[in-house]
């Protein structure tokens, strides 16, 4: 069974549009959350991470998430997307239930049209 | 400021030669990875080192061996390369516990077989 969903494989927005991209884990209590960004040619850089506490959490480059526990999801989001922001975006998930071990979701391949 | 640093960036292999991925991480880290990314199917874990002398199968070490050679090396080992084996190849590596601390990429190596 998938232990991360990532359900858009790829998503366009325009430039200066809001972006959510969704996340979904199957399982876990207390799961350590986290998404990661990959820029063409490059390897995969941290954007957030969530272990506890407050469930909305702030990043880098203006990005935020917010964990839902009823829902198991941990949605990314950013309020005006720039061109610079097209990527593949990652979403995983680690921790005791996943053995200690992180589990990324497929990707969601972000296009920004101008 | 170099991180993780993976050589070589690209390789092209024929069915059966042998060739071994070096990775390397400057920040003092306890535990490395080794994930291949292919298209539609995210970041799968191939090995895992927790510590300096050890290391654990992930979801796909089928194919691979490890040398976790010291705190700062861990190398991957294609015995016997196959088509299947194709992808890109990253090293990873944690200063946190298993499965709950933010990843350090490298740039990657992109693998060919024919």
């Known amino acids: 069974a998938q232990s991360v969903t990532q359900p858009d494989i790829h998503i366009t927005v325009s430039e200066g549009a809001s972006l959510e991209l969704r996340c979904n884990y199957s399982?876990?209590?207390?799961?350590?959350l986290f998404w990661y960004v990959q820029s063409p040619g490059q390897g995969l850089q941290l954007l957030l991470k969530?272990?506890?506490?407050?469930?909305l959490v702030q990043g880098i480059k203006g990005f935020e998430a917010e964990f839902k526990r009823s829902q198991s999801s941990f949605n990314l989001r950013k309020p005006s997307v720039h061109w610079s922001d097209a990527a593949e975006y990652f979403c995983?998930?680690?921790?005791?239930?996943?053995?200690?071990?992180?589990?990324f979701g497929a990707g969601t391949i972000l296009r920004v049209k101008s | 400021n170099a991180g993780v640093t993976q050589t070589p960036k690209f390789q092209v292999l024929k069915t059966g030669q042998s060739m071994t991925l070096q990775c390397a991480q400057d920040?003092?880290?306890?535990?490395m990875y080794w994930y291949r990314q292919d298209p539609g199917m995210g970041l799968r874990l191939i090995y895992y080192?927790?510590?300096?002398?050890?290391?654990d199968k992930g979801e796909v070490p089928n194919g691979y061996n490890v040398s976790r050679l010291n705190k700062r090396e861990f190398s991957l080992r294609l015995e016997s390369a196959a088509p299947s084996q194709t992808s890109v190849y990253f090293c990873?590596?944690?200063?946190?516990?298993?499965?709950?601390?933010?990843?350090?990429f490298g740039e990657g190596s992109r693998l060919t077989v024919l």
């Open positions: 990873a590596s944690s200063g946190g516990q298993l499965g709950t601390g933010e990843l350090f």
């Open positions: 399982y876990g209590a207390t799961p350590y």
């Open positions: 995983a998930v680690g921790g005791k239930e996943y053995g200690n071990k992180l589990v």
């Open positions: 969530y272990f506890s506490g407050d469930t």
């Open positions: 080192s927790a510590s300096e002398g050890t290391t």
């Open positions: 920040m003092n880290h306890n535990s």
